[in-house]
């Protein structure tokens, strides 16, 4: 199977398709040449992609200025130059199945897919709907979500299937060797745990948090594990010289290895993003969140309350986040066994342990129609 993937900017649109690639090829239903990834120079996706042994190719698109209406013409006359070059993309490479995640990057190649009348589909992570899928929605044959509420949002109800993230799968698939507390961190196996993280950039308003609760945590009966992201390491570590928060609390850059670790945690606290709500549902983590207000139509805060409402999460906005507040919801999860317990199980119940899969069987499922 000859397959296109599409999907650009965040690492939202980008770690779904990833974990798809990989399944595809463990399962022996495409090789690496018949496989494409479809990006732009500027994006995310040319890092990732070509570091992983992908085949990339760029096209050269941006999205529309809201405030500056006079950069939009650039922006149109960029649009059909992108469909322009889509069109070649899909020619030369003839592809049974093209997928996109979101991006303006998706719109442009998918849209011509399917003008083309190749079989096209799209994957909604996050439970508010993106500008390019919301579009693509009308004119694609199968429309795979994560969210109920993003289904909502569609009105083709019949192309719709429930497939969740295949990061999911990927992650309860990656054997990842278990971090060893004690002996990599210096931290008690025995005791509750808590990770407190901002992505792999790191979040200045979970760290400024942190830095303000650090003679609160330093007193309490659990460990944190505090990973300030390489971008404020070399600051926080500079603030903390003369600082002595004790042996409970250890101060890191980044987790390497994620999926190792986290199944060794009693609660995590982190931005909601999609990849990560993926990684904690498949293996069942209780989680606090702290939504980032710095994305698209807020959809970290409603991917939050998604998790919230099903008891798989605390959260707190980031207008609302202090040391009482934050303290206090780390001591209800550690300190409650019952509770982190039932967190657990409910978070559980989200994940999707074989979402790639299903997503696989629908891209056969639309590549025979063809």
């Known amino acids: 199977m000859r397959v296109i993937f599409s999907g650009g900017g965040t690492g939202g649109h980008i770690y779904p398709i990833m974990a798809l690639i990989e399944r595809l090829k463990e399962e022996g239903i495409c090789q690496d040449d018949e496989i494409l990834f479809v990006g732009t120079k500027k994006g995310l996706e040319s890092k990732i992609v070509p570091a992983a042994g992908v085949n990339f190719k760029t096209i050269d698109i941006q999205g529309f200025d809201r405030k500056h209406l006079l950069n939009n013409v650039k922006t149109i006359q960029l649009f059909l ?6 069109k070649e993309i899909l020619a030369d490479f003839q592809p049974d199945v093209v997928l996109g995640t979101g991006g303006y990057v998706s719109g442009a190649i998918v849209y011509e897919a ?20 919301k579009f693509l929605g009308h004119y694609v044959d199968k429309i795979c979500y ?3 509420d993003a289904a909502k949002e569609f009105s083709e109800k019949k ?11 990927q992650v309860l698939s990656l054997n990842a060797k278990p971090v060893d507390l004690a002996g990599d961190l210096g931290l008690n196996p025995q005791i509750p745990t808590v990770l407190v993280f901002g992505g792999s950039r790191g979040a200045l308003a979970i760290n400024r948090v942190m830095l303000k609760s650090l003679m609160e945590l330093k007193k309490k009966p659990y460990q944190v594990i505090w990973a300030t992201g390489t971008y404020y390491y070399d600051a926080i570590e500079k603030k903390l010289a003369d600082v002595d928060y004790g042996d409970s609390i250890k101060v890191v850059p980044y987790i390497a290895n994620m999926p190792g670790l986290l199944p060794e945690m009693t609660c995590v606290v982190s931005r909601s993003g999609a990849t990560s709500l993926a990684e904690f549902t498949a293996l069942g983590v209780p989680v606090i969140l702290i939504p980032s ?4 139509h807020n959809h970290q805060m409603k991917n939050a309350m998604d998790l919230e409402k099903a008891g798989a999460a605390l ?8 040391e009482n507040t934050f ?11 019952s509770y982190a317990e039932k967190m657990r199980q409910a978070s559980k119940a989200l994940g999707v342990p074989d979402a790639s899969d299903q997503v696989i069987k629908v891209m056969k499922e639309i590549a025979k129609k063809n």
Not at 81 to 86: I, Q, Y
Not at 114 to 133: C, D, L, Q, Y
């Open 146 to 148: 994560t969210f109920d």
């Open 81 to 86: 130059k992108a469909t322009k070059r889509a």
């Open 293 to 296: 207000p710095n994305v698209t």
């Open 315 to 322: 959260v707190i906005a980031e207008d609302d986040l202090n």
């Open 114 to 133: 399917s003008k083309m009348k190749i079989p096209t589909m799209i994957h909604e992570s996050n439970s508010v709907v993106g500008v390019a899928n």
């Open 327 to 337: 303290v206090s919801s780390i001591d209800h999860l550690l300190l409650d066994q």
């Open 159 to 169: 192309k719709l299937v429930k497939t969740g993230n295949p990061r999911s799968q």
